[in-house]
């Protein structure tokens, strides 16, 4: 086993090692495929001390489907209550992750501005030359407010379900028992009686806000509420800090030459959870190594 700290400083050196590799030989990042590789990583780290998947063998889904196996199989009493986190283990935790480290790069993209005030705080408290620790996250208000309003606009699992077993009334409205209840966690994000101008990119809107995504303010729910919210949201919310704060301080990104941000495809798609439809975007990015 490695040392806690080591595992966190292994996991971080990783990602932007493996995102420099690809910068330096110039070819486009897939930061969606990064990010999942990266928090896989994070896991098996965390759990056996090992690298799961590679980002350039293309393995990582191999991967998954084996850990969905695998986990099938031993998640049982004996295994788990060694490894409590291994039922947790599911291909949806991975994707949430990277989809919402995918979504913020992308609107940091379209956002050149927002981009360079979230690399001037970083590089303020980090330092040019050090790598972005967990620790620097608490005194990096415009990173944290860049991920909520990431959260808002693009909650990576768009609908939470609760089933009724007796008869309910929410707000006026009876709710039958034995009905299947979808809240969609998307569409409140969008809500113009909740936020102004809701489908533009805005971070200021939450830097000084109280809204976090804990599940007690209504208006922001990417980890759910109540008794079935999310369990990852220590793990998850770290991970996305962490991975967006690294490349935004490792690289500078641009757009090539012809492409004008506002020209960028931001187009859902619907998977196991909401990822961007096109990848166009990475193969018109060029990534400039700054450290
Ligand atoms: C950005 C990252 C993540 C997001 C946005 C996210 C979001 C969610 C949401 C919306 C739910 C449903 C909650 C509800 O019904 O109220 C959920 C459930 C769950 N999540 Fe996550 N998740 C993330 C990462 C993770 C991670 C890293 C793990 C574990 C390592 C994890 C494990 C689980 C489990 C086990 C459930 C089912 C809980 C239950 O049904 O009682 N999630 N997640």
């Not at 079935?228 to 090539?256: N, Q, Y």
């Not at 959870?273 to 096109?278: L, S």
């Amino acid at each position: 086993m490695l040392a806690k700290g080591t595992v966190k400083k292994r996991w971080c050196n990783n990602f932007v090692i493996m995102s420099t590799i690809v910068a330096i030989k110039e070819e486009a990042v897939d930061i969606g495929a990064a990010a999942f590789t990266t928090s896989l990583n994070f896991l098996s780290n965390t759990l056996f001390s090992v690298d799961f998947a590679d980002y350039e063998s293309n393995a990582s889904q191999e991967v998954i489907e084996i850990i969905s196996g695998v986990v099938g199989i031993i998640a049982k009493p004996n295994l788990s209550d060694f490894f409590p986190m291994l039922p947790a283990i599911d291909p949806q935790a991975f994707e949430a992750t990277s989809s919402t480290v995918e979504w913020a790069i992308a609107d940091l993209l379209r956002n050149p501005e927002k981009r360079e005030k979230a690399r001037s705080e970083i590089r303020e408290v980090v330092g040019q030359h050090k790598l972005v620790q967990e620790s620097d996250i608490l005194a990096l208000p415009y990173l944290k407010a860049i991920v909520k309003e990431t959260f808002r606009l693009h909650p990576p699992v768009t609908t939470v379900s609760r089933y009724y077993e007796a008869d309910v009334e929410i707000d006026r409205y009876i709710v039958p028992k034995n009905t299947l209840v979808l809240v969609n966690i998307r569409a409140i994000g969008r809500d113009s009686s909740l936020w102004s101008n809701p489908e533009s990119f805005v971070p200021e809107r939450l830097l000084d806000s109280e809204i976090d995504v804990k599940g007690q303010h209504f208006e922001l729910l990417p980890f759910g509420t109540g008794r079935r919210i999310c369990p990852g949201i220590p793990l998850g919310d770290r991970m996305v800090h962490l991975m967006v704060a690294s490349f935004l301080h490792t690289f500078d990104w641009k757009l090539e030459a012809r492409m004008r941000p506002e020209d960028m495809d931001m187009k859902e798609k619907l998977g196991i959870t909401m990822h961007k439809a096109h990848s166009s975007w990475n193969q018109n990015v060029t990534i400039l190594v700054t450290n």
